[in-house]
């Protein structure tokens, strides 16, 4: 439920068709995550390679459902208001920004849990010394 009501604010009802999906992803995402918190754990969504493959894919195929759903009215997003003459250069700057997104949601979230598990391990080796000293 906690999922499906996510979807639901976020598309209405014509996002219920992408509920089998989306909830998948979110359960793939969890379990890796709980995976990571296990002792000598992997962090799976710490990996780059995991990261960029799901937001490259997930951003694209947005952008071909898009084209789908919508045909040529899609690529309004992409015009800004702006003089003609501006138009095909901030087109292009849009549609870059758009493909930029992907690259930039996958660094960010590896670069956080890395971070994340980089403290952890720094905390818990000082605390292990402090402890050595002490005997």
């Not at 999906?21 to 995550?33: G, K, Q």
């Not at 493959?53 to 947005?62: A, D, E, H, K, T």
Request: glycine share 4%; with cysteine.
């Amino acid at each position: 439920m906690f999922v499906f009501d996510i979807l639901d604010q976020q598309t209405g009802k014509k996002g219920y068709i992408y509920f089998p999906f989306v909830f998948s992803l979110f359960f793939f995402i969890l379990l890796c995550n709980l995976l990571s918190m296990t002792p000598f754990g992997i962090a799976l969504t710490s990996h780059i390679s995991i990261t960029l493959y799901l937001s490259l894919s997930l951003g694209l195929s947005i952008f071909f459902i898009g084209i789908i759903t919508h045909n040529i009215k899609f690529f309004k997003i992409f015009i800004p208001e702006c003089p003609f003459l501006l138009l095909p250069f901030l087109i292009v700057i849009e549609m870059f920004s758009y493909i930029i997104r992907c690259f930039s949601l996958a660094i960010r979230l590896s670069a956080n849990i890395i971070a994340g598990h980089t403290l952890v391990y720094i905390i818990s080796s000082f605390i292990l010394n402090t402890v050595q000293i002490k005997f």
